[in-house]
Nanobody, 122 residues
């Protein structure tokens, strides 16, 4: 049974930083592309960053230069380092598995966690 558990969300002021983590279990973590998705209140879920099996990441335009996705295949953990946060980054962040590896345009993944809330105040 695939299980994805996010942590690390919180409330920060604009310009601050957060590091999200996602602990994965129930499948061969290293075999699948992973992603971080985001859903802001009243908006559709969107892709923020994706990473292939080898650690190569791609980002939504809004995240480029500020966010960094990484993975530890030995520990089955996915990370998202978020710097210079903006109020528009506010939303629920989800860890997702088994979907597009190289583009954030289609946030369709077979598995998704429960999410962790990120709130950025101005």
């Amino acid at each position: 049974q695939v299980r994805l558990v996010e942590s690390g969300g919180g409330s920060v002021q604009a310009g601050g930083s957060l590091r999200l983590s996602c602990a994965a279990s129930g499948y061969t973590f290293s075999s699948y592309c992973m992603a971080w998705l985001r859903q802001a209140p009243g908006k559709k879920r969107e892709g923020v960053a994706v990473i292939d099996r080898y650690g190569n990441g791609n980002y939504a335009e809004s995240a480029k230069g500020r966010f960094a996705i990484s993975r530890d295949n030995a520990k089955n953990i996915l990370y998202l380092e978020m710097n210079n946060l903006r109020p528009e980054d506010t939303g629920t962040y989800y860890c997702a598995a088994d979907g597009p590896c190289w583009s954030t345009a289609d946030p369709t993944y077979d598995y998704r966690g429960q999410g962790t809330q990120v709130t950025v105040s101005s």
